[in-house]
């Protein structure tokens, strides 16, 4: 059984329609992170456009340092926020009850010690995601605490972005233990390549939803990491097409700086159309 992290009500009939179950909640909006660097009086009616397009069952909270808490001006209507913790954890509680009461909290996420993090989590009364190296011994430490792992998959040298058989293992671990995922950076588009400019090689989001689905079916590594590692656009999206009904049961989603990028690679495959899903 799969740890529940109070995903969000479902969306009112009509809302929904146009993006299928396995793609909702995908994206938190990371704008203000790199390497979009979004100034956040900016980021804000950014969001709140998204929040009001036919795409936004597939929008999650838009991500804000904690540190930058002050400096939120949300407006009259409310404005969900996933809390990014670059402060010690211990200050979180007194940044966020300063907050206008328009924002509500959904999430937040942290890189502190677990041992750090355990403690004051139990303030914040909304899913935490903490940050793990990649390994067994990070997933066994987050067992029964509560938190749900979150694990990087890009950044600004090549280390920073996993193997599939490195990520394969993280992913196979957490369906084995129960545990939800999330995941960050560097995957803004659907399908494994390499990056022109860096010569990184990114993960594709598709490839990620399709191995996450076979992972919380039973699958083996090798079976995840061979999907993660397929550059097959039209086999992916075949393989999403065929889940497309199913809510994601291992896979929270990931936050990215654009959710522009995304959403074009998904019109581009045929997987979304503006109105509608594509059946």
Not at 54 to 63: N, T
Not at 126 to 155: H, I, Q, S
């Amino acid at each position: 059984m799969l740890v529940d992290i109070a995903v969000p009500p479902p969306y009112p009939q009509g809302m929904s329609d146009a993006i299928p179950a396995v793609l909702q909640n995908l994206i938190d909006d990371a704008a203000v992170f790199p390497p979009g660097n979004a100034a956040l009086e900016d980021a804000v009616p950014a969001h709140r456009g998204h929040r009001q397009s036919w795409y936004e069952p597939m929008v999650g909270p838009l991500l804000v340092p904690a540190s930058r808490l002050g400096e939120l001006r949300p407006g009259r209507t409310e404005l969900r926020i996933g809390v990014i913790v670059d402060v010690e954890p211990e200050q979180v509680a007194e940044l966020v009850d300063a907050l206008d009461g328009s924002v509500t909290v959904a999430q937040y996420e942290s890189r502190a010690a677990l041992h750090h993090l355990v403690g004051a989590a139990k303030e914040w009364e909304a899913p935490v995601f903490a940050e793990l190296p990649f390994g067994e011994d990070g997933l066994d430490a987050v067992v029964g605490t509560g938190l749900v792992p979150k694990f990087r998959t890009g950044g600004p040298s090549a280390e920073f972005f996993p193997p599939p058989e490195v990520l394969a293992a993280v992913m196979v671990g957490c369906a084995r233990r129960g545990l939800r995922f999330k995941l960050t950076a560097g995957l803004h588009r659907a399908v494994r390549h390499r990056d022109a400019e860096t010569g990184f090689v990114h993960h594709g989001f598709l490839n990620v939803l399709a191995a996450s689905a076979e992972a919380s079916g039973g699958a083996d590594e090798a079976a995840v990491a061979a999907i993660l590692a397929s550059t097959d656009a039209e086999e992916l999206a075949d393989r999403v097409r065929a889940i497309a009904d199913r809510p994601r049961l291992l896979w929270s989603g990931f936050g990215s700086c654009s959710i522009m990028e995304p959403l074009e690679d998904l019109m581009a495959l045929s997987l979304l159309r503006r109105g509608g899903a594509e059946s």
